[in-house]
């Protein structure tokens, strides 16, 4: 990727380390960060991770980024970030090529719809290269705490969970089990679109499908399920779009 743009935002690969340190650095903001107070968000990952970084050209500000971690098929996804805390046996089936794709994060001070544009235009230009047949990763909801989001999760449960052949099993020590918690729930349609990340919503939209609980993750202060992303469910209208993106 020599620089996928749209507009005043271009997106590339991180090429030394000082780029993959400004990714760590807005991540540790949206992440970990308080007000005025910097660091670096980093693990193990981060090492064998390809890092894409979107820039504001007018300012050449990091606006967003995020890392992809691919594999050849399913036999070696225990080595991901998500297996740490979903039991992925089930995926160890799958014969395509897959990528995890993780942490991602936009500015917080950032509202233009162009930033997730881009980023979503620079994945599928990898996926269509690389010919990855399943996108996954942990969809983050902000903070701990469970009530704040029973409509959005009533509705992954009603709409949206994963395959049986694919579902993840529980293996994190702390969870929220939708079918447990939600029980005959009616989501309300608008609280759960409004509690739903961003990022969610666009995999959902494009047919991805998610865990039948979520993580509690104190460490991101966070609440994380579980989402892939089989390439061949796209509709045929959304992939156009996103190629002509």
């Known amino acids: 990727m020599a620089g996928f743009q749209r507009g005043r935002y271009v997106a590339r690969f991180a090429e030394t380390r000082d780029d993959v340190m400004a990714a760590q650095r807005l991540r540790h903001r949206c992440f970990r960060g308080m007000d005025g107070v910097e660091g670096l968000d980093s693990d193990q990952f981060d090492e064998t991770c390809l890092h894409i970084l979107v820039h504001d050209l007018t300012t050449d500000a990091l606006v967003c980024c995020f890392r992809l971690m691919p594999f050849e098929n399913g036999e070696s996804i225990g080595g991901s970030y998500a297996a740490q805390f979903y039991g992925l046996d089930r995926l160890k089936a799958y014969r395509g090529r897959m990528v995890e794709m993780g942490r991602f994060c936009i500015d917080p001070d950032i509202r233009d719809p162009d930033v997730l544009r881009v980023a979503w235009g620079a994945m599928t230009q990898y996926v269509d290269r690389e010919g990855v047949e399943l996108l996954f990763g942990c969809s983050s909801f902000k903070g701990t705490q469970a ?99």
């Open 147 to 245: 009530e704040t989001y029973m409509d959005a999760f009533a509705l992954l449960h009603e709409r949206h969970l994963a395959p049986s052949r694919w579902l993840p099993r529980v293996k994190a020590p702390r969870v929220i089990l939708f079918g447990k918690r939600i029980r005959l729930k009616k989501p309300n349609l608008k609280l759960a679109m409004k509690g739903m990340p961003p990022l969610l919503r666009t995999y959902l939209v494009m047919g991805g499908w998610v865990s039948d609980h979520a993580v509690v993750d104190n460490d991101l202060n966070t609440l994380h399920v579980f989402t892939g992303l089989e390439i061949s469910a796209i509709p045929s209208a959304r992939k156009r779009l996103l190629r002509a993106t």
